[in-house]
C-alpha cells in the first residue's frame, strides 16, 4: 500500500521527458504541446536529439545526460523500448515516470502480461514509481502539471479522478469543461504494472486538495490493498465508482482489451459497499455525482421536497423518488399555509409542490423560500418547465437569491429543456448549485449523496454484542479436513461436513452413518419415526442429482429397501462411483421455518466470499442472494441479510411470527470464521438452513477441500481479527486478564473507561480537556483496520462490550509501514500495576514483527511518567520546534539507529 514518491509523481519539481524528438510522433506532439503551454513552474528537460527540440527549454542527448535526477520522466517512446528506459530512468535516480506510449494490450492479455511483467521487474530494484503504459497521463491543474494526451486542458477544482481508460478521463473532462467543474488530480492509470488504485487511494485520501475521489474501475489487482485504502479515504471524502464489465458480454469485452476480468460483478459490488465507497452504474450518474459532489452542500438527511411549475413533472419526479427507494419530505402545517397564500397546490403531505404554469420569480421566491426554512427538509428540488407565461430566467434568479449563503437545505435544480434553459443552466453554475438536465438525474444525484451518507454510518456503527461466548473447536475441525485431504478426497462426506459445522457450533441435524441397507434399517429403529436416507460417495458431492435422497421414509424395512434402490440406481446410472455407506437423519419438522443458505465461495482476487440468501431446491432459479467480505460482525452479518428479499418474510408477517434473525447472523458469523481459519475450505455450502423463532439448525451441507500451504488469513481481502496476539496477563492482586486486539464490540467498554479517567489524566492524554469519549471518537479507536492499525487492550475475559477496560495501546502505520504512531492510555486507578510497559513491549513487538521502521509519538513535557517509560524503553527523545510544551518520541526498530 506505498505511497512512496508518488508527491513526485503529482506534484513533480522536475520533469524529464523522453522519446519526444520524434517529428512523425502525434503522441509526441500533442504531448508537448500540453506540457509546455500548460504553465508548469518546474524545470523540463526534453532527452533526445533534433532541430524540432529547439522549443523546449532545455535539451540533453541520453538519459544518462540528465543534469539533475527527474521527480517525474514522461516516456512516449515505442513500447519495445520501455523496459530498458525504465531501468536507465530508475538507474539515474529518478522517482516516477507515465508511460503514454500504447503498450501491446490490443495483441492479447498474455502479450500485456508479459510486458507489465518486465517493466515491474526492470523498476523494482530502484523503487520508481510507474504508470502506464497506455496511460493518457495525469494532470495536477493547481500545479499546472498537463503531462497528458487530453484534447482538453482541465480546471483546479477539488474533486480527483483515477481511471484505467483514458478515453473515460477525456469524457469526463469534456463534460466537466461545460459546466465549470474542476479537479485536483485526473490520473489514466493504464496497465498498472506498479501504481494501481489502492495506491492512489492512500496518497488521495490525506491529499488536502482533494474533497472527493471518483474511481473508472475495469479491474483491480491486490485486493487486501485496494480494500485497505479504500477504506481509509472513504471515512474522509466521499468515494464513488464506476465499475466496467457488469456482465458477461461487457467482461468479454474487456478480455479483448488486454484486461482480465474473472470476477463476478456481484463480489466487486460487495467491495464497494464494505469499503464504504459509492458505487454508480453509468458515467451518466458519474456526471450527476460530479456535479453534485462539486456543487451541493452535503444534506442532513434523506428527506426531499419537490416544487414545480407543473403538477406533471412534479409527480414524474416524485415516482422517481419512489422507484429507487428515496424519502419524501412532509412539510409542516407553517409551510403548508405560507405556500397556499403564493398560490400553490399542495398533496396532502406537501410533495410535490405545483406551483402553477405562470410561476414567475416572486412565486418561485416566496415558495422555495418556505419550503427551505421547514426544518423537515434535507433537500429541495426546485423543477421548471418550458411555458409561455413567466420567465425561466426570472424564476431561475429566485432561485439563485434564496439559497445565497445557505448551507441547508441540499439544493438541486432542473430547468427541463434545450436552448431556452441554458441561461439558467449557466447561472446555477456560476452560482455553484448543482443543475441537471431532467428531474430523474437530480432525485438520483441526491439519493446517492443520502446513500454516501449512510455508508459513512456504517462504517462507525457499532455492532452488537455476540449473544453467546463462541469458541470453536478448531482442532477438531481440522482433523476432519486433514482426514479428507490425506485420502486424496476434494469433498468432505455429508458426515463429514455437518461434523465440520458442529466443531464450530453451527446446530446440525443428528447423523448416523450405516455401511450397508441392514444397518440403514436399525438406525432407522433406533431413531423413531421418519427418517432421511442419503447414500455417501466420495464421487457424488450432489447426491440429489442422482436420486441418492429419500426423505420422509417411514420406518427400519423402509428405510432399507430406499438403500437398496439407490444402491441398484448407481449401478445403472453412475456403475463407477463408490458407496462408502449411508447416512440415516430424524426428519426435521417446523411448521413455518423458512429454508436458507448460508455459503462460502472462493474468488480468484477477493478471496473468499459469504453468501446468504433463500435456501431449498430452488435457490438458484429464485436467484434471492446476497455476498459480503468476511470477516463478520453481527451488524455486518444482518446487513448482508436486509439485502435480500426473504429477509422481509425472516422479519414475521401476517400471522407468522419473525424468525431469530440472530441466531442467523451468528451463523454466517461462524461460517466466515471457518473461512478464515482454514484456507483449505474452497467451497462450503449449507442448503437448507432451517430457522424459525426457535433458532437454526443445518439439515445439509456440502464441503470442497484442497491442500495449502498459504496461511489462512492471508488469502482474505480484509485482515481479520489476529488472535495470535491473545494473551492473559497475571496480575497483581492475583486475577488473570486478557491482553487482546480491540474490536468494534468494545466501544462501550471503551467509553466506560473513560468517564473513569479523571480531568487531568485526560489532559496529558489528549492534550486538550475533553468531557465525554462521543461514539464517533470511540469508533476511530475500535473500528480499525488491522491492516494498518492495531490497538491492544487489557480487559477481563468475557463478552467484548460487557466486560471491564483497563488499558489500551495503538498504533496507526503510514502507507509505506515506515513509520507508526503510538498512543497509550492506562486508567488512573490501574496504575502500579505494570499496564503500561506491558502494552507498550507488545506494541513494540507487534511492530517489528510488521515491518515498521519506527515508532513515533508526541508527550507533554510534564507527562513525566510517560517520558520515563520512553526512556526505558530505548525512545530518542527531541524537543519540538514549534511547541516547547511537547517532547518529540522516536523508537528505531531497524537496527541502523
Known amino acids: 500500500m506505498s505511497t512512496r514518491h508518488l508527491e513526485n509523481l503529482l506534484r513533480p519539481q522536475s520533469i524529464a521527458v523522453i522519446g519526444a524528438d520524434d517529428p512523425d510522433s502525434t503522441v509526441a506532439q500533442v504531448l508537448t504541446r500540453n506540457l509546455l503551454t500548460g504553465g508548469f513552474k518546474g524545470r523540463i528537460v526534453a532527452v533526445g536529439a533534433g532541430t524540432h527540440l529547439a522549443d523546449w527549454p532545455a535539451v540533453c542527448a541520453t538519459v544518462d545526460d540528465l543534469p539533475m535526477e527527474p521527480d517525474l520522466a514522461v516516456v512516449c517512446s515505442p513500447v519495445t523500448q520501455l523496459p530498458a528506459l525504465a531501468a536507465a530512468l530508475a538507474a539515474r535516480g529518478t522517482k516516477s515516470a507515465v508511460v503514454v506510449s500504447s503498450g501491446p494490450n490490443r495483441r492479447g492479455i498474455d502479450m500485456a502480461a508479459a510486458t507489465t511483467r518486465q517493466l515491474a521487474e526492470a523498476v523494482r530494484p530502484h523503487?520508481?514509481?510507474?504508470?502506464?503504459?497506455?496511460?493518457?497521463?495525469?494532470?495536477?491543474?493547481?500545479?499546472?502539471?498537463?503531462?497528458?494526451?487530453?484534447?482538453?486542458?482541465?480546471?483546479?477544482?477539488?474533486?480527483?479522478?483515477?481511471?484505467?481508460?483514458?478515453?473515460?478521463?477525456?469524457?469526463?473532462?469534456?463534460?466537466?469543461?461545460?459546466?465549470?467543474?474542476?479537479?485536483?488530480?485526473?490520473?489514466?492509470?493504464?496497465d498498472m504494472p506498479d501504481v494501481d488504485f489502492g495506491d492512489l487511494l492512500n496518497y488521495l485520501a490525506n491529499d488536502y486538495e482533494t474533497h472527493a475521489i471518483l474511481l473508472y474501475i475495469e479491474t483491480l489487482t491486490e485486493a487486501r490493498k485496494f480494500m485497505s485504502a479504500g477504506r481509509a479515504a472513504a471515512r474522509t471524502k466521499p468515494v464513488l465508482v464506476v465499475k466496467a464489465g457488469r456482465h458477461?458480454?461487457?467482461a468479454v469485452a474487456l478480455a479483448s482489451h488486454g484486461v482480465p476480468s474473472a470476477v463476478p460483478d456481484a463480489v466487486y459490488d460487495a467491495a464497494f459497499r464494505r469499503a464504504g465507497m459509492l458505487r454508480v452504474l453509468s458515467l451518466e450518474e458519474l456526471f450527476d455525482a460530479v456535479e453534485t459532489l462539486a456543487m451541493a452542500s452535503p444534506p442532513s438527511g434523506p428527506r426531499l421536497a419537490i416544487v414545480a411549475n407543473g403538477g406533471g413533472v412534479g409527480m414524474l419526479a416524485t415516482d422517481a423518488v419512489v422507484d429507487i427507494e428515496g424519502a419524501l419530505a412532509e412539510l409542516s402545517d407553517d409551510t403548508k399555509a405560507a405556500l397556499k397564500r403564493c398560490g400553490a397546490q399542495i398533496g396532502p403531505n406537501g410533495t410535490p409542490v405545483d406551483l402553477g404554469s405562470d410561476a414567475n420569480g416572486t412565486r418561485y421566491r416566496l415558495a422555495i423560500g418556505a419550503?427551505?426554512?421547514?426544518?423537515?427538509?434535507?433537500?429541495?428540488?426546485?423543477?421548471?418547465c418550458p411555458t409561455a407565461m413567466a420567465s425561466r430566467d426570472d424564476a431561475a434568479q429566485a432561485v439563485v437569491d434564496v439559497f445565497k449563503g445557505r448551507r441547508r437545505p441540499t439544493a438541486l435544480t432542473?430547468?427541463?429543456?434545450?436552448?431556452?434553459?441554458?441561461?439558467?443552466?449557466?447561472?446555477?453554475?456560476?452560482?455553484?448549485?448543482?443543475?441537471?438536465?431532467?428531474?430523474?438525474?437530480?432525485?438520483?444525484?441526491?439519493?446517492?449523496l443520502v446513500r454516501y451518507r449512510r455508508n459513512q454510518e456504517m462504517l462507525m456503527e457499532t455492532p452488537p454484542s455476540v449473544p453467546e461466548t463462541f469458541v470453536p473447536e478448531t482442532a477438531r475441525a481440522r482433523a476432519t479436513i486433514a482426514q479428507a485431504l490425506a485420502e486424496g478426497r476434494s469433498w468432505l462426506t455429508e458426515p463429514e461436513s455437518l461434523e465440520l459445522l458442529t466443531s464450530y457450533a453451527i446446530p446440525a441435524v443428528r447423523t448416523a452413518v450405516g455401511r450397508d441397507p441392514e444397518d440403514v434399517a436399525a438406525l432407522a429403529a433406533e431413531f423413531g419415526g421418519d427418517v432421511a436416507v442419503k447414500i455417501v460417495s466420495p464421487d457424488i458431492p450432489n447426491r440429489s442429482e442422482v436420486k441418492g435422497v429419500a426423505l420422509g421414509v417411514a420406518g427400519p424395512m423402509a428405510a432399507r429397501d430406499a438403500a437398496i434402490a439407490m444402491v441398484a440406481r448407481l449401478g445403472r446410472t453412475r456403475p463407477g462411483a463408490r458407496i462408502t455407506g449411508f447416512t440415516v437423519q430424524p426428519m426435521?419438522?417446523?411448521?413455518?421455518?423458512?429454508?436458507?443458505?448460508?455459503?462460502?465461495?472462493?474468488?480468484?482476487?477477493?478471496?473468499?466470499?459469504?453468501?446468504?440468501?433463500?435456501?431449498?431446491?430452488?435457490?438458484?432459479?429464485?436467484?434471492?442472494?446476497?455476498?459480503a467480505l468476511p470477516p463478520l460482525n453481527m451488524h455486518l452479518a444482518r446487513e448482508v441479510m436486509s439485502r435480500t428479499r426473504v429477509y422481509r418474510l425472516l422479519e414475521g408477517h401476517r400471522t407468522f411470527p419473525a424468525a431469530n434473525i440472530d441466531a442467523v447472523a451468528l451463523t454466517l458469523m461462524k461460517v466466515a470464521q471457518l473461512a478464515t481459519d482454514f484456507s483449505e475450505i474452497t467451497e462450503l455450502a449449507i442448503n437448507p438452513l432451517l430457522v424459525d423463532e426457535y433458532g437454526v439448525i443445518a439439515l445439509n451441507s456440502h464441503v470442497g477441500v484442497a491442500p495449502s500451504t498459504e496461511p489462512s488469513t492471508n488469502r482474505l481481502a480484509i485482515r481479520p481479527y489476529p488472535k495470535e496476539l491473545e494473551e492473559r496477563i497475571p496480575v497483581g492482586d492475583g486475577r488473570e486478564l486478557l491482553l487482546r486486539p480491540v474490536v468494534p464490540e468494545d466501544e462501550p467498554s471503551l467509553q466506560a473507561a473513560f468517564a473513569k479517567l479523571s480531568p487531568e489524566e485526560i489532559r496529558l492524554r489528549f492534550f486538550a480537556p475533553i468531557r465525554a469519549l462521543t461514539h464517533v471518537m470511540a469508533a476511530r479507536f475500535t473500528q480499525i483496520d488491522y491492516d494498518r492499525e492495531m490497538a491492544l487492550i487489557v480487559t477481563e475475559h468475557g463478552i467484548p462490550?460487557?466486560?471491564?477496560?483497563?488499558?489500551?495501546?495503538?498504533?496507526?502505520?503510514?502507507?509505506?509501514?515506515?513509520?507508526?504512531?503510538?498512543?497509550?492510555?492506562?486508567?488512573?486507578?490501574?496504575?502500579?500495576?505494570?499496564?503500561?510497559?506491558?502494552?507498550?513491549?507488545?506494541?513494540?513487538?507487534?511492530?517489528?514483527?510488521?515491518?515498521?521502521?519506527?515508532?513515533?509519538?508526541?508527550?507533554?513535557?510534564?507527562?513525566?511518567?510517560?517520558?520515563?517509560?520512553?526512556?526505558?524503553?530505548?525512545?530518542?527523545?527531541?524537543?519540538?520546534?514549534?511547541?516547547?510544551?511537547?517532547?518529540?518520541?522516536?523508537?528505531?526498530?531497524?537496527?541502523?539507529?
Not at 480546471?155 to 469526463?172: D, E, H, L, P, Y
Not at 459469504?610 to 430452488?618: A, K, N, P, R, S
Open 371 to 384: 419550503i427551505a426554512d421547514d426544518k423537515g427538509v434535507d433537500g429541495l428540488l426546485v423543477i421548471n
Open 127 to 190: 523503487r520508481l514509481r510507474l504508470i502506464g503504459p497506455n496511460s493518457l497521463g495525469v494532470m495536477a491543474p493547481s500545479r499546472r502539471l498537463n503531462a497528458s494526451l487530453s484534447p482538453i486542458a482541465p480546471r483546479a477544482g477539488r474533486i480527483a479522478f483515477v481511471a484505467q481508460s483514458g478515453t473515460i478521463v477525456t469524457s469526463v473532462l469534456g463534460w466537466a469543461h461545460d459546466r465549470g467543474v474542476g479537479f485536483s488530480h485526473l490520473v489514466s492509470l493504464g
Open 414 to 448: 432542473s430547468w427541463v429543456g434545450d436552448a431556452d434553459a441554458n441561461g439558467p443552466r449557466r447561472l446555477f453554475s456560476e452560482q455553484r448549485l448543482p443543475t441537471y438536465s431532467t428531474p430523474d438525474q437530480a432525485v438520483r444525484a441526491f439519493v446517492h
Open 588 to 627: 426435521v419438522r417446523r411448521p413455518g421455518a423458512h429454508e436458507l443458505v448460508a455459503a462460502i465461495t472462493c474468488d480468484p482476487l477477493f478471496g473468499p466470499i459469504v453468501l446468504f440468501g433463500e435456501g431449498g431446491t430452488g435457490t438458484d432459479v429464485i436467484d434471492d442472494n446476497a455476498l
Open 801 to 897: 462490550g460487557k466486560t471491564e477496560l483497563f488499558g489500551v495501546v495503538s498504533i496507526v502505520t503510514d502507507a509505506d509501514r515506515e513509520t507508526a504512531e503510538y498512543a497509550l492510555l492506562v486508567r488512573g486507578d490501574m496504575t502500579g500495576l505494570g499496564f503500561g510497559p506491558v502494552l507498550m513491549r507488545r506494541i513494540i513487538d507487534y511492530a517489528r514483527g510488521r515491518g515498521i521502521g519506527r515508532i513515533v509519538g508526541d508527550v507533554l513535557r510534564e507527562n513525566e511518567s510517560m517520558l520515563k517509560l520512553c526512556k526505558v524503553l530505548g525512545f530518542h527523545q527531541s524537543n519540538v520546534p514549534d511547541d516547547p510544551s511537547l517532547v518529540s518520541v522516536e523508537l528505531d526498530l531497524t537496527g541502523r539507529a
Open 248 to 250: 458477461v458480454e461487457s
